[in-house]
């Protein structure tokens, strides 16, 4: 789990431009899977055979970002977000451009009171003196994802992007695994969540699976002063009740409860008053698809500092994989 993890962080795939991260994923499940292909929105959809249910295992493989919007006479680049990205968090950081194009992000100077700090009011530095000198090493449109090394402290992990590598790594975990099923299972690493759970939706649509489980990071409720939750770090998989998007299919929640309990797999409730996911995508396309979602609890969220638990990652493999495997 560590090495793949470690993989998938460290990928560029920025809302819109997930090819590099879709190639990568591609080279590590090709060899286990019946089928892959990619549709038109970019999603990359690996297939099990089966002759029964036809089951749905999402994960997002887009990272947050920034996209420049101008650059000025003396080559500083002016940006936007690309999903919700932090002025608060983004002050300061290194991001990287496609091409390898490294940048600080800083703020005007004449800002006076940080609560003020707006995206407008900074800028990208890259070293360079003039537009032009600019301009040779990035353009108009061009985005770039945070910089943030993958790093193993005990049991803990911490990188860019664990939203949501992480839950890609355990759709390839689970790939390499695969218990024994007369169920058709498709893995689904979706496009464009950052921006509107786009992916999911077009996919689910071509797929029409008879139920889906979406795998997100969720935001935990073991830090200093934080607004209180039951998820925490290394307290196990997270099962969805709700967010901003999505309720729960009850059937689907009670069995994943079920499985949890009965297999000894700690969890929590997941509950969110905020933010979307992939299921609520999912569970409104066409006739409607039953639909869970098994959440990694992720302190620092949409920060280049991700942290997870590779021991909840772990009982998320395990969670997912009994779901499949019973799944009737």
Known sequence: MQETLKLVTQVFGVSGNEDEIRETITNEIKKHVDEIRVDAMGNLIAVKRGKKK??????????????????DDNGFIRFSNVGGVSQLTALGQRVRFRNGTTGTVSKEEKLEDIR???LAKMYIDIGCRSREETEKLVRIGDTA????????????????AM???????????????????????????TTQEEVGLRGA???????????????????????PECDKREVKLGGGPAIKVKDSSYLAHPAIRRELENLAVENGIP?????????????????????????????????Y???PAEMVSLEDLENCVKLTSLFIKNYK
């Open 54 to 71: 036809k089951i749905m295992l999402a994960a997002h493989m887009d990272e947050i970002g920034v996209i420049a919007t101008f650059i």
């Open 116 to 118: 003020g700090l707006k």
């Open 145 to 160: 994802n945070f910089v943030g090394d993958f790093t193993v402290q005990g049991n803990c992990a911490i990188s860019k």
């Open 163 to 189: 939203d949501d590598r992480s839950g890609c790594a355990v759709l390839i975990e689970l790939i390499k695994s695969l218990p024994k099923t007369d169920n058709e299972i498709y893995f689904v690493f």
């Open 201 to 223: 939706k077009t996919a689910a649509f071509g797929i029409m699976p008879d139920c889906a489980i979406a795998l997100d990071v969720t935001i935990t409720g073991d830090t």
């Open 267 to 299: 969890y929590t409730l997941e509950l969110l008053d905020r933010g979307g996911s992939d299921p609520g995508a999912i569970q409104t396309t066409g006739m409607g698809v039953p639909c869970g979602g098994i959440s990694i609890p992720c302190r």
């Open 301 to 303: 969220v949409h920060s």
